[in-house]
Nanobody, 118 residues
């Protein structure tokens, strides 16, 4: 029912910026919560940031002050603006969507690679 397509990843130097995008498409859904998770080499997947339909945001402590999540409801797209990137931000970033239609559903994108060089 839902497809998530991420874009915006790439290679940047420490201190640089990236803007990730995730576009949701399909039918029979509404976005309740959408956001970003990441998995660094040799580490578990972790939360980066989420935003709800009511525009409530949640950020991991490791990215607070450097990351801003936002939505464009007309485009069904969520953005992650990342500034002052650090080598430890290197990871595959995954878009995640949750919605309710009789029961709760969770969808994941394919991921986009972010590499921060020192």
């Amino acid at each position: 029912q839902v497809q998530l397509v991420e874009s915006g990843g790439g290679l940047v130097q420490a201190g640089g910026s990236l803007r990730l995008s995730c576009a949701a498409s399909g039918s029979g859904f509404t976005i309740d919560t959408i956001g970003w998770y990441r998995r660094a080499p040799g580490k578990q997947r972790e939360l980066v940031a989420t935003i709800t339909s009511a525009a409530r945001t949640n950020y991991a402590d490791s990215v607070k002050g450097r990351v801003t999540i936002s939505r464009d409801n007309a485009k069904n797209t969520v953005y992650l603006q990342m500034n002052n990137l650090k080598p430890e931000d290197t990871a595959v970033y995954y878009c995640n969507l949750n919605y309710y239609k009789g029961t709760w559903y969770t969808y994941w994108g394919q991921g986009t690679q972010v590499t921060v060089s020192s």
